[in-house]
């Protein structure tokens, strides 16, 4: 008789047991918010002469003012590449230095 009150006390045991090593349910995540979002960049290739049509050296982003639709825009990024030859078209394509939209 002890041995079956023992050996149901193991089994019961046992079984409590293997019912107390159930996966708790993951924890919800907190909730974020989400929006949608939507980024343009563009690139805009200058070349900068002066009225002989050789290269303006030295300039920088501050150098250059980016209007859209007459709102100042950020330039985000500048690269200054440098020409390896002579410009292209010399005089005649500095000749009318005015601002040209983009």
């Known amino acids: 008789m002890r041995r079956a009150a023992l050996a149901a006390a193991i089994w019961v045991g046992a079984a409590s047991a293997l019912g107390a090593q159930t996966t708790p349910a993951p924890s919800p995540s907190p909730t974020v918010?989400?929006?949608?979002?939507?980024?343009?960049?563009?690139?805009?290739?200058?070349?900068?002469?002066?009225?002989n049509g050789d290269p303006v050296g030295g300039l920088t982003a501050r150098d250059f003012t980016i209007l859209e639709d007459g709102r100042e825009q950020n330039v985000v990024s500048f690269d200054l590449v440098r020409p390896e030859g002579p410009a292209?078209?010399?005089?005649?394509?500095?000749?009318?230095?005015?601002?040209?939209?983009?």
């Open 33 to 51: 918010g989400s929006f949608p979002v939507a980024v343009e960049q563009v690139t805009v290739d200058v070349v900068v002469a002066n009225r």
């Open 88 to 102: 292209a078209g010399g005089a005649e394509a500095a000749a009318d230095l005015s601002p040209w939209p983009v």
